[in-house]
């Protein structure tokens, strides 16, 4: 262990951290629970809710590579603060047009879009910082738990969000982002981060500088043929994950004739799935391969899909089994393919590569999104969530038969 690491401080220093985000998660996720509510109720149209994800997707996977360079070279703790002071000042703005009576979708697509800007720098700035604050021994478990915290927030932000949404007006509710924002940066405030150690004479200033940075970023992953298959297979599942995900509540409402309170069993079950998946690796640290691991939890997801497709509608409560298993496996892969990046790549090229994966994986998405409308319309919801389910578990199949991915970690192990 680096001696840096031995006297223990660094489990303060990121119990603080978890203090702070969770309470921003836990607001976050309360303020999102209600935008779906009040979009899925007032349109239930799948367009709609396809095209505001695409609004909270796609400025972050444009945007996010070039921010990756730039988080690379900032002060990290700075970069979270502003972006999230950045999104807590969208959510204001949005909080007073809908005080004002100005309420369209085209206001709720720009704010949640330039709340993605944000997000596109405080997401890769929180995960580039934790190899600087933590032994790599211990990164799985921390991986573990960050889920944990987000399983948490899961399962109380939208239980917050309905409750809210049905007692307060939409404004309102939004302001809950804004203090949870406030809590994270107060709590920053108190946290030592240090930055990775830089080259000496490489500039740090120039456009041209910036494309060699982002070029470095590709290189590092391309380089590696384990981790660029990983991402490969990752982009193919996000791509048939991200629209079943949009169509969890029209399948709620529409199939399985759910309201307000079916929606929230939907997203606290799925919390509660990532809260159990998060403490198995938070407490345990499996022996099996991480590798393995994703392939597995690819498999579990996809069957989960295609299952609850085939459900009818009195089968509800097997719905919610189902959506709290695929809760369970999303947190071990989150976790898992959190850590893998972590461990193959260097401290000082951590932000750009998670930005560049965020950035690949969206922007495909972003096509799924935009077929969603017409894909549940034409084929229906149901027979969307069965056929989308058994391509993303062929995805987990077919990687056990990758040996450049499947010998990932192998010469750590």
Not at 38 to 56: D, K, N
Not at 60 to 89: C, E, H, S, T
Not at 258 to 271: L, R
Request: hydrophobic letters at 55%.
């Amino acid at each position: 262990m680096d001696q840096q690491f031995v006297d223990g401080s660094w489990k303060r220093k990121f119990a603080l951290l978890w203090i702070g985000q969770f309470f921003s998660l836990i607001s976050s996720s309360a303020v999102n629970f209600a935008i779906i509510i009040y979009l899925s109720i007032q349109t239930q149209s799948a367009e709609v809710l396809a095209f505001s994800a695409i609004a909270g997707l796609l400025p972050q996977a444009l945007i996010g590579p070039f921010a990756g360079v730039f988080i690379d070279r900032w002060n990290r703790k700075k970069a979270m603060i502003y972006a999230d002071g950045f999104v807590a000042v969208c959510t204001l703005i949005m909080s007073a047009s809908f005080y004002l009576g100005f309420e369209s979708l085209l206001l709720i697509y720009v704010m949640l879009a330039l709340r993605s800007v944000g997000s596109a720098f405080h997401m890769p700035a929180m995960q580039a910082s934790i190899p600087l604050l933590a032994p790599e021994s211990e990164f799985l478990r921390i991986g573990g738990i960050n889920q944990i915290i987000q399983s948490i927030s899961s399962i109380a932000g939208p239980a917050i969000g309905a409750i809210a949404i049905g007692l307060m007006p939409i404004g309102t509710v939004l302001l809950l982002d804004v203090i949870g924002a406030a809590f994270a940066i107060t709590t920053l405030l108190f946290i030592a981060i240090p930055n990775p150690i830089k080259k000496e004479n490489v500039p740090s200033e120039g456009i041209k500088q910036v494309w060699n940075d982002l070029h470095l970023g590709f290189q590092e992953i391309h380089t590696n043929k384990g981790l660029r298959m990983l991402f490969f297979y990752s982009v193919v599942a996000m791509f048939c994950i991200m629209p079943v995900a949009v169509l969890f509540p029209l399948l709620t409402i529409q199939h399985f004739n759910g309201d307000k309170f079916e929606m929230s069993v939907i997203e606290i079950v799925w919390g509660v799935g990532m809260l159990v998946g998060g403490g198995v690796l938070g407490i345990w640290k499996p022996k099996i391969k991480k590798v393995v691991l994703i392939n597995i939890m690819n498999i579990i997801i996809g069957i989960t899909f295609s299952w609850s497709g085939l459900l009818d509608a009195s089968q509800f409560i097997m719905f919610a089994v189902l959506t709290a298993i695929g809760g369970v496996a999303a947190a071990m892969y989150n976790a898992s393919f959190t850590t893998i990046i972590q461990e193959e790549i260097q401290p000082q090229m951590l932000g750009r590569v998670f930005s560049l994966y965020y950035s690949v994986v969206i922007i495909p998405s972003v096509f799924g999104l935009l077929s969603t409308g017409f894909v549940a319309d034409f084929i229906g919801i149901k027979q969307t969530f069965i056929w989308l389910g058994i391509v993303v578990s062929f995805v987990g199949i077919i990687a056990f038969f990758t040996p450049s991915l499947m010998r990932l970690g192998k010469e750590k192990s």
